[in-house]
């Protein structure tokens, strides 16, 4: 989960879970999602119209204790999967919507089954059950099958039955959520961190310009703070939450629209606050000519098939978790490694970044996906670099920036293109040239060196220059015979396809082009 960084003890506090509500179409999501917005005890004190901006946040009572719960409240529930796939965790918990007259149908199972894969737990809302037919017995049965059993049956999954209409079991399912959340997470932030988070949505107002709803993930967000938000930048003039009342500032899991931008960013863009304007204008600038240049590899793709799987390679991003001894040189480096030209730009993608060693959740995180993880200054933590060793996480310590430049350099031209090397074969020298029917000019050769294989790359050299490169051994005979090769010592036919200017001694010369490992 977001939020666990190092840094001092002091600065931690505890979050509150984050919620996304997931399930079959039809099956209640928005209905639900507007019921607990509505049972908001705080909004309903103050009065306030809760607005829709992508994610809301609630508070409800648990113990005698009031408890803020946040909802990402997005169209088309695909948001989870879409973050997921950008590499931005955000989801603490999920809530399956399971509508009790109708059962488990395929989103439903695709909906847990990305919980399951992101191992965030689950609540089931069995909704609807005020409807005739409703069956929430049923419903529990069913979901077994999927590892997601009851605790009423013994296991571990809490199901509240709800009716988004009537409202019935709204708080129950709250109240579900915290315990589930107090159970199973230690949602705690670093307040006191460089603020960062995640992009839920993004809109052009009429009014107010480019406007974003932020999930703040760490460090607290303030009016005023220099942001850079994917390829969008900008200072924060004002903060909302979903009633529309100014904030000074945002804590962590705290869903605010931020105005000020000068574009509008994406959903899962990932948020940062530098310094200086500047600084912020510099990165969004780098941002927005990588991604022209991965909009022209795509174009680049449609046109040329041949270069497909160059084209495929070049439109990979490389993702990347820095972990430093401070602030300072976290920034520094990942300044630095924006700057990186590569010819064919691949996407290059910090998605996350904190001070202190490696942790086993920074690992758990680049397990999702191509990351690599880079300590500079810092070491993993035993379990951690258990983890990475087990899983093959790629894990690189630095105590130079220039170093580290070079490395993840490489790396992004390595994904470009496979990296080609030529493995010699052998050489011939050409005694006699025949001129055969239909085949055509036939090198009476004999193989000086190594050996000549039928099929291989070739070149052909005289007086010591490259007469012809881009031939292969198109025929290979010794005798009258066919031979797939022909070792050192011996004679052997050579033909070359159509290239028939072959002359007395010429060296042809054999190799195969490999693909270099990686290291
Ligand atoms: P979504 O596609 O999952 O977002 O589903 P909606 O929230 O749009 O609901 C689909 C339909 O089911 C709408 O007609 C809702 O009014 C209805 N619906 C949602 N929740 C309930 C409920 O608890 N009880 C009843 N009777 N109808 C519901």
Redesign the pocket.
Known sequence: TFGDEEGDEEDWSSRPPVVT?M?????????????IRDANVVAREAGGITQHIGAYQVVTELEGLERPITFIDTPG?ESFTAMRARGAKVTDIVVL?V?A?DGVMPQTVEALNHAQAADVPIVVAV?????EGANPAKIRQQLTEYGLVAEEYGGETMFVD?????RQGIDDLLAAILLTADASLDLRANTEQDPQGVVIEGKLDKGRGPVATVLVQRGTLRQGDSIVAGDAYGRVRSLLDEHGNKLKEALPARPVQVVGLTSVPRAGDTFLVVEEDRVARQIADRRQARIRNAQNASMRKRISLEDLDAALKETRQLNLIIKGDNSGTVEALEEALMKIEVDDEIALRVIHRGVGGITKSDIDLALADDVIVLGFNVRAEGQATELANREGVDVRYYTVIYQAIDEIEAALKGMLKPIYEEIQLGTAEVREVFRVPKIGNVAGSLVRSGTIVRNSKARLIRDGAVVADNLSVESLRRFKDDATEVREGYECGIGLGSFNDIKVDDVIETFEMREKPRD
């Open positions: 509500v399930g079959h179409v039809d099956h209640g999501k928005t209905k639900l999602l507007d019921a529930h919507v509508a007259d909704n609807k059950v005020d409807k709800v009716s988004a209409i009537t």
